[in-house]
């Protein structure tokens, strides 16, 4: 986003040197122009976000339950990508506020895995999962309850180490 603001501001300034001043009108059509097409800019919505963090949940376990540290690592550290692009992209939904209570959890993870601690995974897991269903309560989508993996999301990856 900081990105677009630049360069609309560069765009602003290069055309300013290029025009005279009584030409102001011509620029603010251009800028409004340019802020409709970033309006209209595709961002993902809270639920494909969930969905993404739904996908990265199951296959921490799966990495995790395979003692395969370095893919349980990288799927954690996807979920709190998600979690960030929620903070960032969805700052109008309520729920986005809730999210906090999750990084405690995240936290736990991340040490039972530095430290390959199967036991301290488990445990950790287990408690990120209660606080998923935890904070779909809290946010009134209780409805939508998260529990322990059963099969692995996709039968194209292999989570044990070769």
């Known amino acids: 986003m900081r990105v677009t603001y630049f360069i609309i501001y560069l765009l602003f300034i290069l055309v300013s040197c290029n025009?005279?001043?009584?030409?102001?009108?011509?620029?603010?059509?251009?800028?409004?122009s340019l802020q409709s097409h970033i309006n209209k800019t595709y961002k993902p919505g809270f639920g494909e976000f969930m969905s993404s963090i739904q996908v990265h949940h199951e296959k921490l376990w799966f990495a995790g339950q395979n003692k395969n540290w370095k893919l349980a690592d990288f799927e954690v550290n996807e979920?709190?990508?998600?979690?960030?692009?929620?903070?960032?992209y969805c700052t109008d939904r309520p729920e986005t506020q809730s999210l906090t209570m999750i990084n405690p959890i995240i936290d736990s993870i991340n040490t039972s895995i530095q430290q390959q601690n199967f036991t301290s995974f488990k445990n950790?897991?287990?408690l990120l999962t209660t606080t998923c269903n935890n904070c779909h309560k809290a946010t009134r989508h209780e409805f939508n309850v998260i529990k322990l993996p059963e099969?692995?999301?996709f039968s194209n990856q292999?989570?044990?180490?070769?």
């Open 19 to 32: 025009q005279q001043s009584g030409d102001t009108q011509n620029l603010q059509s251009q800028i409004d």
């Open 79 to 88: 979920i709190k990508e998600a979690l960030q692009n929620i903070q960032d």
């Open 124 to 126: 950790s897991f287990i």
């Open 151 to 153: 099969t692995p999301p």
């Open 158 to 162: 292999e989570f044990k180490l070769p």
